[in-house]
């Protein structure tokens, strides 16, 4: 348990990961800034974690996937006086399909949630961060960054690019004392599958992603965690992701660009 309180900022902290995050940094001893939509739920989550371990929560109900909302985040925090020492960007989501056949509006908000939101944050939390040579943050990507992935095309690209700015940020800001961490889930057990946009997904899904093979979402945070305060560059989540993760970038592109095909196929029909 760290001594004096400091804050940390979660996206997506109502549901999964980002709800774990919530509760573990809260046992830490941190008071949180949290940043969903779902102004309820982080009401009822605030009330939670400010009773059980004494942390101040203070929530915000944004649509990060709207341009221009992580510079609403940033003077939230600025007017409530409220210094970001460590910065969470966890919320995310993917959707299922053929690119061909997608929703425009549902592929830009993609984007702009999982990269230029993320970006955005990391710039503005990032460089005060640099200005005080202290600070901390965690970005969340998937094992889908590792490879193409077929039928999640877009969403694999978003976290790809994460995990590839992620560890260039790392090193440019090493050299100021502010660590960066990109944490990479596979499967997890959360609302994400529900999400997809594919009618029932999240319970009939087989293959990679059933949901017995699902790693809980409080074990994936821990791990996120554990690597962010150990000053990791990057971890994925699990032995066996980890394995995958590592096989696919040897394998050569068109290789690993099948093999993924027809797991993806599998995974999302
Ligand atoms: N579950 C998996 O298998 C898996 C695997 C690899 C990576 N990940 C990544 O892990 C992260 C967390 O996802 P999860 O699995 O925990 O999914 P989840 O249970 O669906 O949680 C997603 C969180 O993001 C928030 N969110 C979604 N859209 C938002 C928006 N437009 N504006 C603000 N907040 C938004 C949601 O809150 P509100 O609804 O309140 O806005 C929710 O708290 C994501 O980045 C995801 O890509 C998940």
Redesign the pocket.
Known sequence: MKSGRETVLI?????????DFADLFAKRGYDLFL????RE??DDIAGQLQARQGAKVTTMA?????PG?AAKVYEETLAGQIEISILVN?????SAGEVADMDICNIR?MIQ??VTTLTEMCRLFGGNMKKRRTGRILN?????AYQPTPFIAV?GAT?SYVLSFSEALAKEMEDYGVVVTCL????????????VGVEGLAEKAHGL?AKSR?MP?RK?AEIGLDALFAGKLSVVAGGLNTLTAFANRLAPRKTSASLSKKVMKQATT
């Open positions: 996206t997506g902290a109502t549901s999964g990961i980002g709800r940043a969903s939509r779902n739920k982080m944004v649509d990060l996937a709207q909302s966890n919320a995310g989501f993917g908000e949630l999982n969340v990507a998937s094992t889908a969403y976290k990479s889930p596979g499967p997890t057990d959360t609302n994400f599958f529900e999400g992603w699902r979402s994936a």
